[in-house]
């Protein structure tokens, strides 16, 4: 490969690293402005990711009892996801449980 052609690939690399920084550092404004759930997921389904794909969003909420959590949806999730997953006990066994429950402790 020739100099050159070393350069152009190099800076193709860096401006690509540039810009998935800047597409970050706009994602994490929008969250940090955000100041209720839809403006979350407006700002979370409004960013540029890598794959180009839209984002699916799952955002779940821990009702005023903190023994169920709500799900909302956005993006390809199709309809047996959302309907069997709209509402779950803090004491399921699935993912989205598991990550919230230490936050509570």
């Given at each position: 490969m020739s100099a050159a052609a070393r350069e152009r690939?190099?800076?193709r690399s860096s401006d690509?690293?540039?810009?998935?920084?800047?597409?970050?550092?706009?994602?994490?404004?929008?969250l940090q402005a955000a100041e209720s759930t839809v403006a979350i997921v407006d700002a979370l389904q409004g960013a540029v990711y890598a794959s180009g794909d839209p984002p699916i969003i799952c955002l779940g909420l821990l009702?005023?009892?903190?023994?169920?959590?709500?799900f909302e949806y956005s993006g390809p999730v199709?309809?047996?996801?959302?309907?069997?997953?709209?509402?779950?006990?803090?004491?399921?066994?699935?993912?989205?449980?598991?990550?919230i429950k230490p936050v509570n402790r």
């Amino acid at each position: 490969m020739s100099a050159a052609a070393r350069e152009r690939a190099s800076r193709r690399s860096s401006d690509a690293r540039a810009q998935k920084a800047l597409n970050f550092a706009q994602l994490d404004a929008a969250l940090q402005a955000a100041e209720s759930t839809v403006a979350i997921v407006d700002a979370l389904q409004g960013a540029v990711y890598a794959s180009g794909d839209p984002p699916i969003i799952c955002l779940g909420l821990l009702d005023a009892e903190s023994k169920n959590l709500r799900f909302e949806y956005s993006g390809p999730v199709t309809a047996e996801i959302r309907d069997r997953y709209h509402v779950a006990s803090m004491n399921t066994p699935i993912v989205p449980v598991d990550v919230i429950k230490p936050v509570n402790r």
